[in-house]
């Protein structure tokens, strides 16, 4: 299994010129937290880490953890682009069928979420129960029956957003899937489209359903 970190975005909104994988949450940089769950997983065989905007921070850092799993790419055009061009990088490295994707932003306490993640058979994206007082996120619609799949992703503003299971920007992707959907990913290759859209391309026309699992702990940090 490969696992694709996309780390090119910039934390504008604290205003502290980081990366903001390089923010830091309980005394670490949240990238070390993603990476301290990742080496509780079985069977990773390298970690592919999309920089971007002050990408030398994040090559200073992982340098440090000398862990040769670790490959870095840099998207020269990662605040001209959005994150689907940083897929495209990371691709250029993927060689295999089973691949779990985690935003740059996602603060992980623990490894629970990931194993949780990863223990599922099919493609399957992580959900949470909406936080209060989100102002704008990704929901998730499922079909509702049975083991529930995605239906559609849809970014959604606004307070009134209970009752909605939220997508929490990591999926494990199985059998190539992963290498189909980014076979469409020029539709989406800019600052307008959001990743969610590519996803609901390839919903739309792919024949296997993208499942979901409920976990809980992981922390979205709205840098």
Same mark, same amino acid.
């Given at each position: ?25 309980? $005394? ?16 990773? /065989? ?5 920089? $971007? ?9 992982? /340098? ?14 990662? +605040?001209?682009?959005?994150?689907? &061009? ?8 993927? /060689? ?18 990931? !194993?949780? &993640? ?13 936080? =209060?007082?989100?102002?704008?996120? %990704? ?8 083991? %529930?799949?995605?239906?559609? #992703?849809?970014?959604? /503003?606004?307070?009134?957003? +209970?009752?909605?299971? =939220? ?11 992963? !290498?189909?959907?980014? !076979? ?5 290759? @800019? ?15 792919? @024949? ?8 809980? $702990?992981?922390?979205? #940090?709205?840098?």
């Amino acid at each position: 299994m490969q696992v694709i970190i996309l780390c090119a975005g910039e934390g504008k909104r604290l205003g502290m010129c980081l990366p903001k994988c390089m923010v830091e949450v309980n $005394g670490e940089p949240i990238l070390g937290s993603q990476l301290r769950a990742i080496s509780d997983l079985d069977n990773v /065989t390298h970690i592919i880490i999309v920089t $971007g905007y002050k990408s030398e921070l994040i090559k200073k850092y992982v /340098t440090s953890l000398n862990d040769s799993r670790v490959h870095l790419i840099n998207n020269p055009h990662a +605040q001209e682009a959005g994150i689907v &061009l940083s897929m495209e990088y990371a691709m250029d490295l993927t /060689t295999e069928p089973d691949v779990l994707r985690i935003s740059g932003d996602i603060y992980l306490p623990d490894s629970s979420s990931l !194993k949780k &993640l990863v223990d599922c058979s099919e493609t399957t994206f992580a959900v949470q129960e909406m936080p =209060e007082h989100r102002d704008d996120c %990704a929901i998730i619609r499922t079909n509702g029956i049975g083991p %529930a799949y995605v239906r559609s #992703i849809e970014v959604i /503003t606004g307070s009134d957003n +209970q009752g909605y299971l =939220e997508w929490s920007d990591m999926e494990i992707y199985r059998h190539d899937d992963l !290498k189909y959907i980014m !076979k469409h990913s020029h539709r989406y290759c @800019g600052l307008q489209s959001h990743y969610c859209d590519l996803i609901n391309f390839y919903i739309n026309k792919c @024949g296997r359903p993208i499942y979901t699992v409920k976990i809980n $702990g992981a922390l979205e #940090i709205d840098t």
